[in-house]
T-cell receptor, first 115, second 113 residues
Framework: DTEVTQTPKHLVMGMTNKKSLKCEQHMGHRAMYWYKQKAKKPPELMFVYSYEKLSINESVPSRFSPECPNSSLLNLHLHALQPEDSALYLC??????????????FGPGTRLTVL | AQKITQTQPGMFVQEKEAVTLDCTYD???????LFWYKQPSSGEMIFLIY??????QNATEGRYSLNFQKARKSANLVISASQLGDSAMYFC??????????FGSGTQLTVLP
């Protein structure tokens, strides 16, 4: 069983909706990540939180808004999305030691469809 | 900057046989890590194996082993005794001084009964 959980598993939303993706890790990790993955492509990094502070924002449009309420939780708030934002959204966590050895563990993902 | 190259978009292997998935990397970091992840059609990225740039021995985890050739900058994944459940997309990835993973384009492995 994965120790990184994500809800919901599937989400369908209209372009005017506001929704949130949730991620929770039970590994005691201090770094958490959001990735976007299109079909047959590798994941693309969106955001990194380290010790609950946003440390990396890969020029993601403002219609995606991350939030890290505590070291175990990571949210991604969605507003006014476009159909091209339809993708698999993956959350990951790592110990946060900041070395090359820091392994990222992924959740099962949320499949998002924007109509 | 780091770059990962996976030259096999798709691979087929007979059940119970071994298969090698290729990965070459390019990095300017003196210390780096190499990772392999498995992604079944369900979507979850499953961590398989890690190799550090200073590790003397090749990493092994059960049926997975990493054939690390530093001079050639290659980090091939070997899966022994393939099973039907091994059918998935496999990604090679690297990390350096930054916390970010750089992924290759992936190899779709199909295990034939």
């Amino acid at each position: 069983d994965t120790e990184v959980t994500q809800t919901p598993k599937h989400l369908v939303m209209g372009m005017t909706n506001k929704k949130s993706l949730k991620c929770e890790q039970h590994m005691g990790h201090r770094a958490m990540y959001w990735y976007k993955q299109k079909a047959k492509k590798p994941p693309e990094l969106m955001f990194v939180y380290s010790y609950e502070k946003l440390s990396i924002n890969e020029s993601v449009p403002s219609r995606f808004s991350p939030e890290c309420p505590n070291s175990s939780l990571l949210n991604l708030h969605l507003h006014a999305l476009q159909p091209e934002d339809s993708a698999l959204y993956l959350c990951a966590s790592s110990s946060g030691v900041g070395t090359a050895k820091d392994t990222q563990y992924f959740g099962p993902g949320t499949r998002l469809t924007v109509l | 900057a780091q770059k990962i190259t996976q030259t096999q978009p798709g691979m087929f292997v007979q059940e119970k046989e071994a298969v090698t998935l290729d990965c070459t990397y390019d990095t300017s970091d003196p210390s780096y890590g190499l990772f392999w992840y498995k992604q079944p059609s369900s979507g979850e990225m499953i961590f398989l194996i890690y190799q550090g740039s200073y590790d003397q021995q090749n990493a092994t985890e059960g049926r997975y082993s990493l054939n690390f050739q530093k001079a050639r900058k290659s980090a091939n994944l070997v899966i022994s005794a393939s099973q039907l459940g091994d059918s998935a997309m496999y990604f090679c990835a690297s990390s350096g001084s930054a916390r970010q993973l750089t992924f290759g384009s992936g190899t779709q492995l199909t295990v034939l009964p």
